[in-house]
């Protein structure tokens, strides 16, 4: 406001410029509306779409803010108004001065509309400012003031160079070229204030301001974002160094950021050579939906699951995969993220160990004895399914039970126990009866050891079990045969030595008879001959009754006598500390014998060997070979003894012969086993090793092809 000379006040603006006015003002707000939606845009939006959460308070804050910009503009619209009104009074009473009431009331609408936008802006949370292109601040709100220390004037008019550190003049001068080129920038600026050395962050939105088509400064909308970004910082810093594979994937299974250990866990060099994959390209079956993908309409939060991923030469790696849908405001699934823990050596391992453990079944299952683990408490851990041919029961009747508490249970099976787990023994064995379930008695023979855990602790007693019942009956069907052989031999060689004296007693009686002429004499010599007669037939019923019976023959196996036989002795070898190397020949056709008999032939044959040895030395071997040729199958049976001496070698297969010392043996067990094999047309042979011991080699035909096809 002015004075004319004559003292009357006068407005300095012409009235048809507040027409203009009117404009310019509601050009401004249009234009801060705009800019303040830009702004509000460019800085949210990106970060509002990948957001997993709904933007309600952000959007009921735009609402709000809208309101009292709309209210803000109804108020400079009135007021306008009204300043048109009190003009167009003025205009009425043209070349009148308007009055000091006019005046003062216009004064008052201008300030109070000044305070008002000043207020409006100052009530922005954001830092706003306008600067010249030389740096010169022009204007700046109160969060600008705040985040300085000073106050308004002392910023204003100043220069931005007088505040920063950061950007510096040079990086602002290097940037203003583009800036006046586009008009516009958008973008994060790192600044560093000289009363502040902890770096901030804010999100800025700068466009030109524009005076006669010029470009004359810059007004700036800052967002403080350092806390914001410290976060992602931190994020991407713990996303980098994650040990474990992160990655994040779009609906479809695209790649949008992997971690550098996903990346090396799958053989790829560089990230951005990872990311550029197909999503095909990580399946196994590429006919498969994309292995990190999820349905558009999956509504779970959270998934884990196994998934196998093909790595860059091609081999499969199996991870673990725990993953989360993200979803926007509306409902739209917009990123899938997960992490991935690599578990293929975990993998490989369970598949060996899983191996093992059925090998491990497969063996205890096809092994023959029963195998049992006992723990310290003396209650069963573990009980093969044998139990159930040997015992009639299932492994679970015997699992977590005593040994006492088990029906029938064996007192001899539980002092084994008690030495072997008390160190009093490292080895123990017993034979016991043990009771059927189908009432039957068995007769067991059990050995046991010292069973230990990983750490070589004592964790129990593992026992193995076999049922050696028909072995018993064959051994006392053995030695009922031997001995009733023996008496048949015995027997044979009395009739042998009588049938001569009886021949010439009847002899003698036959002429003496001739001889006498009285009744009473003939008489009493046909009593004798009667006599002598009725004896020859005893000695003939004994020859027949001694000589082997005709045996039961059928089609054998040679190689599964053999190894019966050597079972059957096998604790006595064992106990004498005879090591058998027993070689079966594969292939070796079938025989006509009786496998009884065959079994005391070879059990002769052992036993001799053992006892050989055992006269020299404390601990020996026996070599066992089988083979065939022609139509012909031999076993021989090698010893590592003294051997046969050369004078007695053709004369150890006669009855009653032996070289042992009295009480070690009848002579008759070689004998035996000669009448044996000539029931069988077969032979057995006796020799001297080159290298010392004795070898007895047993002969037998092969059976005949019809046989041989039965």
């Not at 001995?483 to 004296?501: F, K, Q, T, W, Y």
């Not at 032979?683 to 035909?701: C, D, H, M, Q, W």
Request: proline share 4%.
């Amino acid at each position: 406001m002015t004075q004319d000379t004559s003292g009357t006040p006068r407005y300095s603006r012409a009235p048809q410029n507040l027409e203009r006015e009117e404009s310019q003002l509601w050009r401004w707000i249009l234009l801060f509306m705009v800019l303040l939606a830009a702004g509000f845009a460019a800085l949210a939006w990106e970060r509002l779409e990948s957001l997993p959460y709904h933007l309600g308070p952000a959007a009921v804050g735009v609402f709000v803010l809208s309101i009292l910009l709309a209210a803000y503009a109804y108020g400079r619209r009135k007021e306008v108004s009204e300043l048109k009104v009190l003009l167009h009074g003025l205009q009425e009473r043209v070349g009148a001065a308007p009055s000091e009431e006019q005046l003062d009331q216009l004064n008052e609408m201008i300030a109070r509309s000044q305070r008002s936008f000043k207020e409006l802006i100052d009530s922005f949370d954001d830092a706003a400012c306008a600067v010249s292109l030389d740096g010169t601040v022009r204007t700046v709100n109160k969060s600008v003031s705040l985040l300085l220390g000073l106050h308004y004037t002392d910023i204003v008019g100043k220069k931005l160079s007088d505040f920063l550190e950061e950007p510096s003049r040079t990086t602002l001068e290097a940037a203003l070229a583009r800036f006046l080129d586009k008009k516009h920038w958008t973008g994060t600026v790192r600044v560093r204030l000289k009363n502040n050395p902890r770096p901030l962050y804010f999100e800025c939105v700068l466009n030109a301001i524009i005076k006669g088509g010029e470009v004359v400064g810059a007004s700036v909308l800052g967002r403080d974002v350092t806390g914001q970004h410290e976060k992602e910082m931190r994020f991407t810093e713990l996303f980098e160094t994650m040990q474990e594979g992160a990655y994040f994937s779009t609906p479809e299974g695209r790649l949008l950021d992997a971690n550098l250990a996903l990346v090396g866990i799958l053989g790829y060099a560089t990230k951005d050579e990872f990311l550029a994959l197909d999503p095909a390209q990580l399946n196994m079956n590429p006919a498969e939906t994309p292995v990190l993908g999820r349905a558009i309409d999956d509504r779970r939060g959270v998934r884990g699951r196994e998934i196998t991923l093909r790595k860059k030469d091609g081999s499969p790696a199996v991870f673990l995969q725990s993953s989360r849908a993200v979803w926007d405001a509306s409902g739209k699934l917009i990123r899938y993220q997960g992490t991935l823990i690599d578990v293929t050596e975990r993998r490989k391992l369970e598949r060996q160990v899983a191996q093992q453990e059925e090998f491990r079944r497969h063996l205890l299952e096809s092994f023959p004895d029963l195998i049992l683990v006992v723990d310290l408490s003396e209650r069963y851990t573990f009980v093969s399914s044998r139990v159930s041919d040997l015992l009639g029961c299932q492994p679970e009747d015997l699992l977590g039970k005593k040994i006492s508490e088990t029906e029938d249970h064996s007192s001899e099976l539980a002092i084994m126990y008690r030495e072997v787990i008390s160190g009093a023994k490292s080895f123990g064995s017993a034979e016991y009866a043990a009771k059927h379930r189908d009432g039957s008695w068995r007769t067991m023979r059990a050995s046991a050891s010292q069973l230990f855990d990983a750490d070589s602790k004592l964790a129990g007693v593992i026992v193995s079990v076999r049922d050696i019942t028909m072995e018993k009956k064959f051994e006392q069907q053995i030695i009922q045969s031997e001995r009733l052989a023996a008496m048949g031999a015995m027997i044979g060689g009395v009739a042998h030595e009588l049938n001569n004296p009886l021949t010439s007693i009847l002899g003698v009686s036959e002429l003496l008879q001739d001889s006498q002429t009285t009744d009473a004499a003939r008489k009493q010599i046909g009593i004798l001959q009667q006599q002598a007669r009725r004896a020859a037939e005893i000695v003939h019923n004994l020859t027949y009754f001694s000589r082997p019976p005709a045996p039961g023959k059928s089609r054998v196996n040679l190689a599964e006598i053999v190894e019966r036989t050597l079972n059957l002795h096998s604790y006595s070898l064992r106990k004498n500390s005879i090591t058998v190397d027993f070689l079966p020949e594969p292939g070796l056709p079938y025989v006509e014998a009786d496998p009884h008999q065959m079994m005391q032939v070879f059990l002769n044959l052992i036993l001799n060997a053992e006892q050989a040895i055992r006269e020299i030395r404390e601990r020996g071997s026996l070599r066992i070979r089988l083979g065939g040729g022609g139509d012909s199958v031999w076993a021989s049976f090698q010893d590592d003894g003294p051997g046969i001496a050369a004078e007695i070698l053709g004369n150890i297969f006669d009855p009653f012969y032996t070289t042992k010392r009295p009480g070690r043996g009848t002579g008759l067990g070689l004998s035996i086993c000669k009448a044996v094999m000539k029931e069988h047309n077969g032979s057995i042979e006796a020799a001297n090793a080159p290298g010392g011991g004795a070898v007895f080699t047993v002969t037998l035909r092969a059976a005949s092809a019809a046989s041989q096809s039965a």
